[in-house]
């Protein structure tokens, strides 16, 4: 059965810093990773998708990695802002006998204080 | 165009009672999830449906959980006898997988906050 850990579970940072959040998988055998955030009250909203074949994605401030060998990602923010804070889900697509499904982290909780 | 949407944004119920829980894909997106989301549970999966068919159905919690799709758009996630552990935010999810599924993100809805009292 996958399994999918965040660490850290919550962080707080002053506007301006670069941060990285953690993401490990324990079934390797993924097709793609999707990075996500989710602001209080709301769906989620697709940061960055990184296929199975790749090692990084990029999308403005954001930048993810993949090391599927090691089951690890992390989600790179470039000089944080205070719109920033929100939950960041890692999701892994795959792993076992699943097709489409994703399986969820428990999220890291951003506060990005002015 | 317009994304997934869900109805109702919101539902208070009592226990045993049936609700019925309804989700507008995205036009032309032939793959849909459900998801739950609750307190100490995090985001869990629940069914999967590629066309009208459901391919898997692993993450149902009891048979008191069905889903339905129909035209190959519109699905209703059906939970009977509703009980207070049934109280969460139901997500569903939609995807264009004609693409190669590695390349095929889920675009998600705002969700249904479920209250069972």
């Known amino acids: 059965k996958q399994e999918v850990t965040q660490i850290p579970a919550a962080l707080s940072v002053p506007e301006g810093e670069n941060l990285v959040l953690n993401c490990s998988f324990t079934?390797?055998?993924?097709?793609?990773l999707q990075w996500f955030r989710q602001d209080p009250g709301k769906g989620l909203t697709s940061l960055l998708l990184?296929?199975?074949?790749?090692r990084e994605q990029t999308s403005g401030r954001l930048n993810a990695s993949l090391d599927k060998s090691s089951g690890r990602s992390t989600l790179y923010i470039a000089a944080s802002q205070p719109g920033d804070s929100a939950t960041y889900l890692c999701?892994?697509?795959?792993?076992?006998?699943?097709?489409?499904?994703?399986?969820f982290g428990q999220g890291t909780i951003l506060t990005v204080h002015p | 165009g317009a994304g997934v949407s869900q109805s109702p944004s919101n539902k208070v119920t009592e226990k045993g009672k049936d609700v019925e829980l309804r989700c507008d894909p995205i036009?032309?997106?032939?793959?849909l999830y459900w998801y739950r989301q609750s307190l100490g549970q995090g985001l869990e999966f629940l069914i999967y449906?590629?066309?009208?068919?459901?391919?898997?159905k692993s993450g149902l919690p009891s048979d008191r959980f069905s889903a339905e799709r129909t035209g190959g758009s519109v699905s209703t996630l059906t939970i009977q006898r509703t009980q207070q552990e049934d109280s969460a935010v139901y997500l569903c999810?939609?995807?264009?997988?004609?693409?190669?599924?590695?390349?095929?993100?889920?675009?998600f809805g705002p969700g249904t906050r479920l209250t069972v009292l």
């Open positions: 990184i296929q199975s074949s790749q």
């Open positions: 999810a939609s995807s264009p997988i004609g693409l190669a599924r590695a390349q095929s993100k889920q675009f």
């Open positions: 079934d390797s055998a993924i097709y793609n």
């Open positions: 999701a892994v697509g795959g792993g076992g006998t699943s097709y489409g499904k994703l399986t």
């Open positions: 449906f590629q066309g009208n068919s459901a391919p898997d």
């Open positions: 036009s032309g997106h032939t793959a």
